[in-house]
């Protein structure tokens, strides 16, 4: 069983840079996807990002060239570091693990409780 548990959210201007983490309580790198969603009130939970067994990274178009998914494997830690935040990024980002890099939320296996980014 895998426990992940996000934190560094919070508030920042438009155009500002957030890091969110993602802490996991295994070594997941060698069997799991890795990947951030977010969810806003009303909508489905969507892909951010994803990190596959072999370091692979795949990035939304609406956060390419701002956001960007990076591990520490010493640490068992996901980062996203998002940058040129705008209003539309604010929604609950959550951390996943799954048996591969799926797209739709519902395949994947274990989730953190989420972090909030809001972006005024």
């Known amino acids: 069983h895998v426990q992940l548990v996000e934190s560094g959210g919070g508030s920042v201007q438009a155009g500002g840079s957030l890091r969110i983490s993602c802490a996991a309580s295994?070594?997941?790198?060698?069997?799991?996807?890795m990947a951030w969603f977010r969810q806003v009130p009303g909508k489905e939970r969507e892909r951010v990002a994803s990190?596959?067994?072999?370091?692979?990274?795949t990035v939304a178009r609406s956060v390419e060239g701002r956001f960007t998914l990076s591990r520490d494997n010493a640490k068992n830690t996901l980062y996203l570091q998002m940058n040129s935040l705008k209003p539309e990024d604010t929604a609950t980002y959550y951390c996943?693990?799954?048996?591969?890099?799926?797209?739709?939320?519902?395949?994947?296996?274990?989730w953190g409780q989420g972090t909030q980014v809001t972006v005024s």
């Open positions: 990190s596959d067994s072999d370091g692979t990274t």
């Open positions: 295994a070594y997941t790198e060698s069997s799991y996807c």
């Open positions: 996943a693990a799954g048996w591969d890099c799926y797209v739709n939320a519902r395949d994947y296996k274990f």
